[in-house]
């Protein structure tokens, strides 16, 4: 099926299309947190209005994600940009766990304020960040320049894409 | 396409700046991967007032501000993603010509952002609430920027 003229673009084009619904408003919010805009809206209508979007959007992309990845497992397992990817989404992910647990449980404490807590902007920065970093190793998977095929490469390349050398 | 247009297009691509980049390993795909940032960046300043017009999302204070503290950032992401846009064509100008894709892209971008920065800002200044009329804005800034966003990405395809 992946191997279809259509099927694979369509799946490619979603998720890439998909990182303007799901990172774009994941940004915004942490745009709010950061306190660098919309100071008349609070946090909490973020969370509760337009989070629900974001949402959305990471459920199409892990989807058309993990898609994309099973057309070629063994290829993404050891790309580099990949490995790199998926340590930014955990960091993300604790992120959001933090920053859902412990930041926004009070946030009828600084629900109002244009410029929240340190913590909050720590938060928001982190994810801002990190999501940025996501769609650029995301996009760099697409490069084969460091893939164990491609030989010499130096020992660190080789450990980190976790290549297995044939012995010499 | 417009074969009148053709000897622009062999100039971008003969440019320094284009041939430079053509020639480099990563460049292209570093100015790539910035332009999906960007597109990350314009995608949420956009939807964030778009879903407001529609009545999907933020209810908080007005339209008008809401849009107002959207407008650097959206205007900031068209910069990064003009810029680095660019740079992209330079470097490979003549397939953009013979690219159909780049031509539904190249021709619909001008309509989207007159629309946004005209016609959907001037509207969102002066809404109060959500209406048909809203709905019908937010709808068609949605679809004019999905074009352009959906042609982007098929010329790497075709």
């Not at chain 1, 459920?59 to 099973?70: E, K, N, P």
């Not at chain 1, 404490?109 to 940025?132: C, H, M, N, R, Y």
């Not at chain 2, 780049?102 to 509207?123: E, H, M, N, S, Y």
């Not at chain 2, 809203?134 to 920027?145: M, T």
């Amino acid at each position: 099926m992946l191997e279809s003229l259509w099927v694979w673009p369509l799946l490619e084009s979603t998720h890439v299309l998909s990182i303007a619904l799901f990172v774009g408003t994941a940004m915004m919010m942490d745009l709010r947190l950061m306190g660098l805009t919309f100071g008349g809206v609070r946090a909490s209508d973020f969370t509760s209005r337009l989070l629900p979007w974001t949402r959305a959007g990471f459920v199409v992309m892990v989807v058309t994600g993990l898609l994309v990845f099973y057309s070629n497992p063994v290829r993404y397992y050891h790309n580099i940009f990949f490995r790199f990817k998926v340590l930014l989404m955990i960091l993300a992910g604790l992120n959001i766990w933090l920053f859902h647990s412990r930041i926004h449980r009070k946030v009828a404490e600084w629900d109002l304020l244009a410029s929240p807590p340190p913590a909050a902007k720590l938060a928001g920065a982190v994810s801002f960040l990190a999501w940025a970093l996501i769609v650029i190793s995301g996009r760099l998977i697409a490069y084969n320049w460091f893939d164990c095929d491609i030989q010499p490469q130096p020992a660190f390349v080789n450990w980190a894409a976790g290549c297995v050398l044939p012995a010499e | 396409m417009y074969p009148a247009l053709l000897p622009f297009f062999e100039w971008c691509e003969a440019t320094g700046i284009g041939r430079t980049i053509r020639e480099s390993l990563w460049m292209f795909p570093i100015l790539e991967a910035i332009h999906l940032v960007g597109l990350s960046m314009l995608g949420g300043a956009l939807l964030v007032v778009d879903f407001r017009l529609l009545g999907w999302g933020l209810k908080d204070g007005t339209i008008a501000d809401l849009n107002r503290q959207a407008r650097p950032w959206l205007l900031g992401a068209v910069a990064l993603m003009l810029g680095t846009g660019v740079l992209l064509f330079l470097s490979e100008a003549i397939k953009c010509y013979y690219n159909t894709a780049f031509w539904v892209k190249i021709t619909t971008l001008p309509v989207a952002l007159g629309f946004t920065l005209a016609i959907k800002d001037r509207f969102a200044r002066n809404a109060t609430y959500t209406s048909a009329d809203s709905q019908l804005v937010a709808s068609a800034d949605i679809l004019l920027w999905f074009i352009v966003a959906a042609g982007g990405r098929w010329i790497g395809f075709s």
